[in-house]
């Protein structure tokens, strides 16, 4: 049983592959059909000229989609949610990459949880360092940031959370590998 229900779901990831929607709203609920769950779209960001980032919440569960148009319309390449990492207190975040071969999207994305954070940062292990983008949609403020390439392991960047005045309100980070512990 289980078995016929995974063939389903990846017969029907298929189909949206090959065949596009005429709309992102119309992609959208494609879709909702196939990712279980009861979701609910809170933002959507166009990321290049015809890719578009839909972020959603699903029982409590923050994901994101992303969806790109070609000459068949829009479709869906995917998508990634699960729970976010809460600790410490101020910001809640996880790490996704979305996209397919040819369309490749490297995301940080969560929720701003004190009300104080006006500024977000996440910095690589590689030295990039990259200023989210906060936006309030409906009773939610999110914050998203797109860095270059794979964070492996997404936990070892930097993640730094600011007031208006500059102060630091949060921060993740985690000892990296190679660094000396007094």
């Excluded at 989210?132 to 993640?159: C, F, G, H």
Aim: hydrophobic fraction near 40%.
């Amino acid at each position: 049983m289980k078995l016929n229900k995974v063939l389903v779901t990846v017969a029907l990831l298929l189909i949206f592959s090959i065949s596009g929607c005429g709309s992102l709203e119309e992609a959208v609920q494609e879709a909702k059909k196939v990712v279980p769950g009861d979701w609910e779209v809170i933002h959507t960001q166009q990321v290049q000229n015809e890719a578009t980032i839909v972020f959603y919440i699903n029982n409590d569960e923050l994901g994101a989609g992303l969806f790109q148009k070609d000459a068949f319309g829009w479709k869906w390449l995917g998508t990634e949610g699960g729970s976010l990492v809460t600790y410490p207190k101020g910001l809640s975040w996880r790490y996704s990459d979305l996209g397919d071969k040819s369309t490749k999207f490297y995301l940080y994305y969560g929720f701003v949880e004190e009300p104080k954070i006006s500024s977000i940062e996440v910095k690589t292990t590689w030295g990039e360092a990259v200023k989210a983008t906060i936006v309030q949609s409906r009773e939610y403020s999110l914050w998203y940031a797109m860095i270059s390439k794979a964070q492996v392991p997404s936990v070892d960047a930097d993640i730094t959370g600011y007031s208006e005045k500059g102060d630091v309100l949060y921060l993740f980070s985690q000892p990296k590998q190679g660094t000396a512990t007094k």
